[in-house]
């Protein structure tokens, strides 16, 4: 119990230090908002439009809002020392690690919600399937999380941390099927298409809001839970061979 206890205060720490401050809470609100705002006007295709933009949206607001958060604040708190002061805690490191994250994905998951009470506004949600909504949007928000973990325990400084998320989020972008369905891109590039989580949460968000799936469901939850079991186990190789070893 006494594990628990302080993996919720390392977690209620991070969201008072980091996620519930106002610049962070405005950012989290504004970036969804901007990009609903972006490509409603880019598409120029009226109030119907929305339903098929907001797999996307919801998307890139919980991808970049976990991984840009996570990377930061971990590489940060390595900087200063205070990430070695946790590793020296009497807890397990997988608990420390998803303490860390935890605030990470709740963070991605309100980010992810966001646009979809905006949409309220405009469209009938009556046909959106919920449950699958919510769970994709868990997931994703959990993979990207761990994601933004391997970054940020694989780097020192934060301006690092913020290049090597880069090199990773913006060609998640163009090959997950976001912009451009993956049947419609070069074969060669297909098979990384496939190995990118974002491929499977957007399929199933898709999914879940407008009905149609290009993948199994079945098969893209499970492929997306797995890859935030081995993008948890990475990073727990890292820390324990450059940070503890």
Known sequence: MKVWIAAWSILAKDARTYYLKPPNVSWGLIFPLAWTGMLFLRSAAGVESVAELLPGVMAVAVLFGTTSLLAV??????????FERLLVAPIPLVVLLLAKTGGAILFGLVNAFVPVILAAFLIDLSIVDWPALIGAAALLSASSAFLGLFIAVSVREVFEAQALSNFFR???????????PVEQLPAWMRPL????????????????????????????????????????ALSLRVVRRRWIA
Request: charged share 10%; hydrophobic share 55%; proline share 7%.
């Open 73 to 82: 604040v971990v590489a940060f708190e390595r900087r200063g020392r205070s």
């Open 170 to 180: 913006f060609p998640m972008l163009f090959l997950c099927g976001l912009f451009l």
């Open 193 to 232: 298409s496939y190995a990118l989580p974002l491929t499977y949460g957007a399929d199933l968000l898709r999914g879940s809001i407008g009905g149609v799936n290009r993948l199994p469901p079945a098969a893209s939850f499970a492929l997306l839970a797995a890859s935030c079991a081995a993008l948890f």
